[in-house]
């Protein structure tokens, strides 16, 4: 089948808008308490993820949903799991090498650089990590994990299904960030970032509420992050 010019541009662009995912973070008058209890979150949960360089199913589901206020963003995932790998460990501890987690990456100004890695195992262990650019286009391989959140709040709870987890983060902490270019979001604000889950069990799978294409870097895809859109 020939295909023309103006054919192939529409196919391209068809193609990209279903690849491409906005993840609508839904404004809260809420008071939200970190507590691993999800009984009481109104907004709606986006998934089940799927293995984040294929897109195949995965074998033990996870689901996010964000919201936000004035001062905070606020995720929470659910996630089976019928053997949770893992411990209570320090602050800051390479959890992503040994333990079940879910992570969001977060990169306000949408540049590839200087965005936020956020941990949390099923034992609310945490980690905080700024990625200043994962691609030698822009220097290489560069991150700290001495970046510190202030006043992130971090809890799990584990339920009959696996385990439940609650992030708050202040914008505040977040205009600390060098070269970060941060503004306190409104209303129509995108950020872009992805949200991510490791599940360490008789089979290790990396997920991903949006998948990638690029097998390069693993997670650290900036410029296939999807869209966080903040609304009303």
Same mark, same amino acid.
């Given at each position: 089948?020939?295909?023309?010019?103006?054919?192939?541009?529409?196919?391209?662009?068809? @193609? =990209?808008?279903?690849?491409?995912? /906005?993840?609508?973070?839904?404004?809260?008058? $809420?008071?939200?308490? !970190?507590? *691993?209890? #999800?009984?009481?979150?109104?907004?709606?949960?986006?998934?089940?993820?799927?293995?984040?360089?294929?897109?195949?199913?995965?074998?033990?589901?996870?689901?996010? @949903? =964000?919201?936000?206020?004035?001062? /905070?963003?606020?995720?929470?995932?659910?996630? $089976?799991?019928?053997? !949770?790998? *893992?411990? #209570?460990?320090?602050?800051?501890?390479?959890?992503?090498?040994?333990?079940?987690?879910?992570?969001?990456?977060?990169?306000?100004?949408?540049?590839?650089?200087?965005? =936020?890695?956020?941990?949390?195992?099923?034992?609310?262990?945490?980690?905080?990590?700024?990625?200043?650019?994962?691609?030698?286009?822009?220097?290489?391989?560069?991150?700290?994990?001495?970046?510190?959140?202030?006043?992130?709040?971090?809890?799990?709870?584990?339920?009959?299904?696996?385990?439940?987890?609650?992030?708050?983060?202040?914008?505040?902490?977040?205009?600390?960030?060098?070269?970060?270019?941060?503004?306190?979001?409104?209303?129509?604000?995108?950020?872009?970032?992805?949200?991510?889950?490791?599940?360490?069990?008789?089979?290790?799978?990396?997920?991903?509420?949006?998948?990638?294409?690029?097998?390069?870097?693993?997670?650290?895809?900036?410029?296939?992050?999807?869209?966080?859109?903040?609304?009303?």
């Amino acid at each position: 089948m020939k295909i023309t010019k103006i054919g192939l541009f529409f196919l391209l662009l068809f @193609s =990209l808008k279903n690849y491409s995912q /906005n993840i609508p973070v839904y404004k809260t008058t $809420e008071t939200i308490i !970190i507590d *691993g209890d #999800l009984s009481d979150w109104k907004t709606t949960f986006l998934g089940p993820f799927v293995i984040h360089n294929s897109g195949e199913k995965g074998t033990q589901k996870t689901f996010v @949903s =964000l919201s936000w206020n004035d001062k /905070n963003l606020y995720i929470a995932y659910r996630s $089976e799991d019928s053997k !949770i790998v *893992g411990t #209570l460990q320090m602050k800051d501890s390479k959890i992503y090498e040994t333990d079940d987690l879910v992570e969001i990456f977060l990169d306000p100004d949408g540049d590839g650089k200087n965005y =936020l890695e956020i941990g949390v195992n099923a034992f609310s262990a945490n980690y905080d990590m700024l990625i200043k650019c994962p691609s030698s286009t822009c220097g290489g391989w560069n991150a700290s994990m001495t970046f510190d959140i202030a006043e992130i709040e971090t809890i799990s709870k584990t339920t009959e299904e696996g385990f439940c987890t609650e992030i708050k983060i202040p914008f505040s902490s977040l205009e600390k960030i060098k070269n970060g270019h941060f503004i306190n979001p409104k209303a129509g604000t995108k950020w872009r970032g992805n949200t991510f889950r490791i599940d360490y069990g008789d089979t290790t799978e990396y997920l991903a509420l949006q998948q990638y294409k690029s097998l390069k870097f693993g997670f650290h895809q900036p410029q296939e992050f999807a869209v966080f859109e903040f609304v009303e």
